[in-house]
């Protein structure tokens, strides 16, 4: 190679680092460490905080999706969102080690300030509002489908649960009278009876803003969770995920119990023009995988020696086989009374001049009691009642303090980087939601549009082609500033390893203040320390292995090409949502009991 030549690229790559290191440690300066947690996540506990991310809530609502819907749509839309969203999480994190001074992940940056340093401050900003849209919405959801859960909770121990109406107003029911308590500022439900009778029982809370109690006892537990870092967590996190997948096999076990009319079976496209709708399938879908935003932040407090590859791929790959096993088989066995997310109704519903009843989950089902589940003898037992109705009590709990507070605590350590105050970080993380929340809880069909519009917007956005996007731009910058060394940290390199971080790090400072090049030695120095206590390898991590041979430009063209696939989807999605809403009836008296 020509000197000269070499010289540049050298100098080239130099001031890539100093840009890097410079960028991480104004970012870094100004902010206490119990701001943020330490790098303590290890696999069990970071698979375990992901796959609560990915599930949540949503869950015991997939099956209704599949029977509206049918079994091809949603089978392939899972599996390739599945794909496409654990490459952008492992590009996005890729994207995050290639900022010089965060090798191995060794310094601290939140999602929009790796947005910021590879698009500047216009696409800092518009990432800050992508992912405000898009992580509020998951909590405002998440928020509403856990208060309506409790309040049946609530409604099934005490037999009611009560309420206080802000807005009072008459709702009639299907045939025009006047329904009793909608016109009360203060009434008690037994949500768990609502349409266990025939004509439907109506819901008077439908349409009103109503601050009920599970709304309370919901807000009760995860406001707390929310003051907390993300590694203090990690003990609610594990016990969470546990006691969840004990309920979803108590779920599984139930619907392969039930006895539908005409079989079990499924159709391959639902073409019924009141029931069948794809509408909902791609918004669905993408609230669900809607985790990638939260990456950088478990990133930055994961073990050193903990593969980001490994696990993303297991956790990911683990809720895609949650999703079938949950979703197909209880579409198969309650088919005919599952609300459909776009259409707002179901087969029996349809067929039903007095207005059937229709429900919005597998949690609804199971505590209904409703002969048209034909899961009588699971209820004929009362060892097998019990399990099954602990298993729906308990599932909107651990939801709650396994998902909610995670986006809020995204929310914070985002806000916090850049500059806000703890305390207007966290009203608008943890608190903000609750507020946004209220007055849709209980309106109709407000649940399912609200998820596939944020959804096709701000998740694609956010969780797909912004990584894409910067993925692009960092395989660019490498060109541009030269490809700077790397190295996989193992017991018999530590002492080269700090070697060349000391030269690295000197170099890049020479011309900044003493204590601004103490502060990065000290770095260097406490990293090889716990690598040399921990005694483990750490793995370089890459989305796309450098020995698969994958050219910077085929890396360039395949992310391009999935910015236009997702862009392509996410506006077919938007089209497909609005012409179904227009053709759907929303009814006041029919929310909440389904």
């Given at each position: 190679m020509d000197p000269g030549t070499s010289a540049i690229q050298h100098g080239s790559t130099r001031r890539g680092v100093l840009r890097g290191e410079s960028f991480i440690l104004s970012h870094e300066q100004g902010h206490a460490d119990y701001e943020f947690g330490g790098k303590t996540i290890g696999l069990f506990a970071g698979v375990a905080l992901l796959i609560n991310n990915i599930t949540g809530p949503g869950v015991p609502g997939i099956p209704n999706?599949?029977?509206?819907?049918?079994?091809?749509?949603?089978?392939?839309?899972?599996?390739l969102i599945w794909l496409m969203s654990t490459v952008s999480a492992t590009m996005y994190?890729?994207?995050?080690r290639r900022i010089p001074g965060n090798e191995h992940f060794r310094g601290r940056l939140e999602y929009t300030s790796i947005v910021d340093y590879y698009f500047g401050r216009w696409g800092y900003l518009a990432a800050q509002i992508g992912l405000n849209g898009a992580l509020q919405s998951l909590n405002i959801i998440s928020v509403i489908q856990s208060a309506q859960v409790m309040d049946q909770a609530i409604a099934a121990v005490a037999h009611r649960s009560c309420g206080f109406n802000i807005s009072p107003f008459?709702?009639?029911?299907?045939?025009?009278?006047?329904?009793?308590?909608?016109?009360?500022?203060?009434?008690?439900?037994?949500?768990?009876?609502?349409?266990?009778?025939?004509p439907y029982t109506p819901n008077p809370w439908g349409c009103h803003v109503v601050i009920t109690a599970g709304y309370v006892m919901t807000l009760a537990m995860a406001i707390p969770c929310g003051i907390f870092n993300l590694d203090d967590n990690m003990i609610v996190q594990v016990v969470a995920f546990i006691l969840t997948l004990m309920c979803w096999l108590v779920w599984i076990g139930a619907a392969f119990i039930a006895n539908p009319p005409g079989g079990w079976h499924l159709d391959a496209v639902n073409?019924?023009?009141?029931?069948?709708?794809?509408?909902g399938v791609l918004g669905t879908i993408?609230?669900?995988?809607?985790?990638?935003?939260?990456?950088?932040?478990?990133?930055?407090?994961?073990k050193p020696s903990v593969s980001v590859n490994k696990t993303l791929w297991l956790s990911t790959f683990l809720c895609n086989v949650i999703f079938f096993v949950i979703g197909i088989p209880g579409a198969m066995a309650f088919r005919d009374i599952l609300q459909g997310p776009a259409t707002n109704t179901c087969l029996q519903g349809a067929n039903d001049d007095d207005g059937g009843q229709c429900y919005n989950g597998l949690m609804s089902v199971y505590t209904s009691n409703d002969p048209n589940a034909h899961i009588d003898k699971l209820f004929n037992s009362k060892a097998t009642s019990f399990i099954l109705q602990l298993s729906v009590y308990l599932f909107p709990i651990v939801a709650i303090v396994s998902s909610i507070p995670v986006f809020s605590i995204v929310i914070k350590y985002n806000c916090v980087e850049n500059g806000w105050s703890r305390k207007s970080a966290f009203l608008w993380g943890v608190v903000f939601p609750w507020v946004a929340a209220l007055p849709l809880l209980y309106q109709p069909n407000a649940l399912s549009q609200f998820i596939n519009f944020s959804s096709l917007f701000f998740v694609s956005f956010t969780d797909f082609v912004v990584p894409w996007t910067l993925y692009i731009m960092m395989v660019r910058a490498e060109g541009r500033w030269g490809r700077r060394p790397t190295q996989v940290y193992d017991s018999t390199k530590l002492n080269s390893v700090a070697e060349e971080e000391e030269e690295d790090d000197g170099t890049a400072f020479s011309n900044d203040s003493p204590s601004r090049r103490s502060r990065a030695g000290?770095?260097?120095?406490?990293?090889?320390?716990?690598?040399?206590?921990?005694?483990?390898?750490?793995?370089?991590?890459?989305?796309?292995p450098p020995s698969w041979g994958v050219s910077s430009q085929s890396k360039i063209y395949v992310s391009a090409f999935l910015v236009l696939l997702m862009t392509g989807l996410s506006i077919g999605g938007v089209v497909l949502t609005i012409q179904q809403s227009l053709t759907t009836t929303w009814v006041c008296w029919s929310v909440g009991g389904s």
């Open positions: 999706m599949f029977a509206e819907a049918g079994w091809v749509s949603p089978t392939f839309f899972f599996i994190a890729e994207a995050m008459r709702t009639d029911n299907v045939n025009g009278t006047l329904i009793a308590h909608s016109t009360d500022a203060w009434s008690c439900l037994d949500l768990d009876q609502l349409g266990a009778s025939t073409t019924n023009p009141v029931t069948g709708s794809q509408a993408l609230f669900n995988f809607g985790f990638v935003t939260t990456v950088p932040s478990w990133v930055n407090e994961k000290s770095s260097a120095n406490e990293e090889t320390s716990l690598l040399r206590r921990k005694n483990n390898a750490v793995l370089e991590h890459f989305a796309i």
